[in-house]
C-alpha cells in the first residue's frame, strides 16, 4: 500500500469519526435541551411548592391574629354595655367613664325646671 493510499484511508477514517462526533454532539444538545425543560418543570414546582408553604403559615398567622383582634374587641364591646348598664341603673356614671371619649361634666340639675309664669314671646 502506497503512502497516498494509507493517507486517504486515514482521511476517511477521520471523516468518519467527525460525523461521529457531529452526530454525539446532535445527541447531547438533545439531552441538555431535554434535561432543561426537566429541571425548569422541577423547580417550578419545588418554587409552587414553597409559594404555597408560606402562604398557608401566613394565612394561619393572619386567621390568629383576626382572632385575637375579634376578642379583644367583643370583650371591649361588652366591656362597654356592662358600664353603660350599670350608668342606666344608677350604679355609675356612664359619661365620666366612657372609653375613647372625653368625660362630660355633670350637669347642673337633673331635673330641666320649665317656668310657666313666663310669657312667650309669640304671644306678646
Known amino acids: 500500500m502506497s503512502e497516498v493510499d494509507r493517507l486517504e484511508v486515514a482521511v476517511g477514517e477521520c471523516r468518519e ?9 446532535k445527541d447531547l444538545r438533545t ?8 429541571m425548569s418543570a422541577l423547580a417550578r414546582d419545588e418554587v409552587a411548592a414553597q409559594v404555597q408553604a408560606e402562604v398557608s403559615r401566613q394565612l394561619e398567622e393572619l386567621g ?18 356592662d358600664r353603660f348598664g350599670e350608668s342606666l341603673l344608677g350604679k355609675e356614671t356612664y359619661w365620666q367613664k366612657a372609653s375613647g371619649r372625653r368625660a362630660a361634666p355633670r350637669p347642673d340639675t337633673d331635673v330641666i325646671e320649665l317656668d310657666a309664669a313666663q310669657p312667650s314671646e309669640d304671644s306678646g
Open 31 to 38: 439531552a441538555v435541551r431535554e434535561a432543561k425543560k426537566e
Open 64 to 81: 390568629m391574629r383576626t382572632s385575637e383582634a375579634i376578642s379583644a374587641a367583643t370583650q371591649k364591646v361588652i366591656a362597654e354595655f
Open 17 to 25: 469519526m467527525i460525523r461521529e462526533a457531529h452526530a454525539a454532539t
